[in-house]
């Protein structure tokens, strides 16, 4: 029987390639400083996480990480930006996914081990992209984990006060939410962090159970809504057209948006060095647990969009009003509308006459966004585990329990930062501030692909992308197109935090890389 690490060390000895230089001075050469996919996988032997899961239990992962905020929150947003026509954006956004999610597979299946886009990045781009998009995926990972901590308080504090036992309001949310301190935020990310730290295997039984619940809550809504669709209630279709660049309004806008609803998927590939058998799990994992997302968020957008419909609120100049906005905050009050519910699957049902199911819906989505925390915080820990076992980041952040073989210390930290994060600030833009993130490291992955298959077109390749010169070019372009519809506010802060990244990377990445001293 041939374990996994037998066959990574196979991968590494079965090609007698001259690695490229390495040693390049000067910071002008510093795209041209690349970490050779052979060194890649010889580190990682060096300092390797145990491998424990399998292709069943990574599904699980990935539809954990993927079904939470985006279908059970963010189906009001996207229905505020795009009327029905949100059904199109739920498509846009699934077929970007997708293919980069081929993309994802082929370097996945080629070098399993953890740090995901940025490891891919470092190894066909440079390191100094492949620290940009390292630190990009702050922003998918912990920015989002902060998200959904968010988001889960919103349900919990709702099922408190229907019990009678309301926490006190300046407890309810952070400062920027008219509270002070979000507790149960708070609390969520501590106790998330320390599952992570006690083990990888464990975080992911406890994972199934609530992936177990979130599938039940989600078919229930579907068997309930789809028989009350109606007609009239997809007219207008496109109440807010296509929407332009920069806008984050119209289709393209809520597609822009709901692609935080996918987002998670890619934390599969966080897990290739923790995985048996790699090279045919991961690719399984990921495009399985993508696959099942997306059946279940076209039926339920499309129960809930002609159950009780979903046309945007709309300003004075008759263009929906921005979500998050204190205009759209005013308009919405006392008003029943889709677009206004901070909890659009429950509403749907209440309003359809189901308000147990309905409360149970709350229930389940407060019992089962806890598996996206995990998931966001596990992808966060495994990139920043990468970046300092390559000299990038400090080494004691690698550091590895002797107990429980996990990196706890950088576990910690980054369950301490997106406690404090989700404790502070609201929901608001951080779905689309997350997005940034993670579409500009999709691209980084669809480039790297390509790259790849001319520069090493005979490297094993277990996974290979399907028409790699119509799916790459496709995957760029569908992602591009996407981060050019967010918000000129959240390219801002995207290009903003990128820059902040530059300075920490010449203040210590830069001296202090592996690569740079060998």
């Known amino acids: 029987m041939i374990h996994a690490k037998d066959r990574v060390t196979s991968t590494v000895s079965g090609e007698r390639r001259s690695p490229p230089r390495s040693s390049v001075s000067g910071v002008s050469m510093q795209f041209h400083r690349v970490k050779p996919l052979d060194l890649i996988l010889q580190t990682a032997e ?11 239990q990574l599904t699980m992962l990935g539809i954990g990480a993927i079904i939470g905020t985006g279908i ?38 080629m070098v399993p081990v953890s740090g995901s886009a940025y490891t891919y990045t470092y190894a066909v781009l440079g390191e100094v992209l492949a620290w940009i998009v390292g630190w990009a995926l702050v922003l998918e990972y912990a920015v989002a984990a902060g998200a959904v901590a968010v988001g889960w308080s919103g349900y919990m504090n709702g099922l408190l006060i229907s019990a009678g036992m309301p926490l006190p309001e300046f ?23 320390g599952l992570l730290v006690i083990g990888t295997s464990k975080s ?53 948006s709901i692609f935080f609803a996918y987002v998670g998927f890619d934390a599969v590939s966080t897990a290739a060095e923790e995985t048996k058998n790699p090279n045919r799990n991961i690719p399984i994992g990921l495009i399985a647990s993508l696959a099942v997302c997306t059946v279940f968020y076209m039926l339920v957008s499309y129960g809930a969009v002609g159950a009780v419909g979903s046309q945007p609120v709309l300003g004075p100049d008759g263009v929906p009003l921005h979500p998050g906005s204190p205009e759209l905050a005013a308009a919405c009050a006392g008003s029943e509308a889709l677009v206004c519910s901070k909890e659009p699957l429950a509403h749907v049902l209440r309003l359809l006459g189901f308000a147990s199911l309905g409360n149970a819906i709350g229930l389940a989505a407060a019992l089962a966004l806890p598996s996206v925390i995990l998931m966001m915080i596990y992808g966060q820990t ?10 990038l980041l400090p080494e004691a952040l690698s550091k590895i329990h002797p107990t429980f073989h996990t990196p706890h210390v950088i576990t910690l930290l980054t369950g301490v930062f997106v406690s404090l994060f989700a404790a502070m600030f609201p929901v608001g ?3 689309d501030i997350s997005n940034s993130g993670t579409l500009f490291a999709f691209i980084m ?19 290979k992308t399907p028409m790699v010169w119509i799916i790459g070019p496709a995957a760029v372009a569908g992602c591009l197109l996407l981060f050019l519809n967010l918000s000129l506010y959240t390219l801002g802060m995207f290009f903003g935090w990128s820059a902040l990244g530059l300075v920490v990377y010449f203040a210590y990445g830069h001296r202090h890389s592996h690569l740079a001293n060998k």
């Open 46 to 56: 060096k300092k390797a996480l145990k491998r424990q899961l399998g292709a069943l």
């Open 204 to 256: 992911a039984k406890v994972n199934a159970v609530l992936v177990a619940i979130k599938i039940i809550a989600l078919t229930a809504f579907i068997f309930v809504a789809l028989p009350a669709v109606k007609d009239v209630n997809f007219e207008p279709f496109l109440p807010a057209g296509w929407g332009s660049p920069l806008g984050g309004i119209g289709v393209l806008g809520a597609a822009a």
């Open 171 to 193: 407890l309810r949310t952070g400062p920027m939410d008219g509270g002070a301190f979000n507790l149960l935020a708070f609390v969520i990310s501590l106790v998330i962090t």
């Open 382 to 391: 495994r990139i920043f585990f990468v970046m300092s076992r390559d000299g």
């Open 445 to 463: 992955v669809a480039i790297g692909v390509m790259i790849l298959r001319v520069q090493q077109p005979d490297r094993p390749r277990p996974f």
């Open 72 to 109: 059970f929150v963010l189906t009001a947003e996207a229905g505020q930006k795009a009327g029905p026509g949100m059904m199109i954006a739920f498509v846009i956004a699934a077929v970007v996914c997708a293919l980069a999610a081929l993309a994802y597979a082929e370097l996945a299946s």
């Open 429 to 431: 833009i951080l779905a």
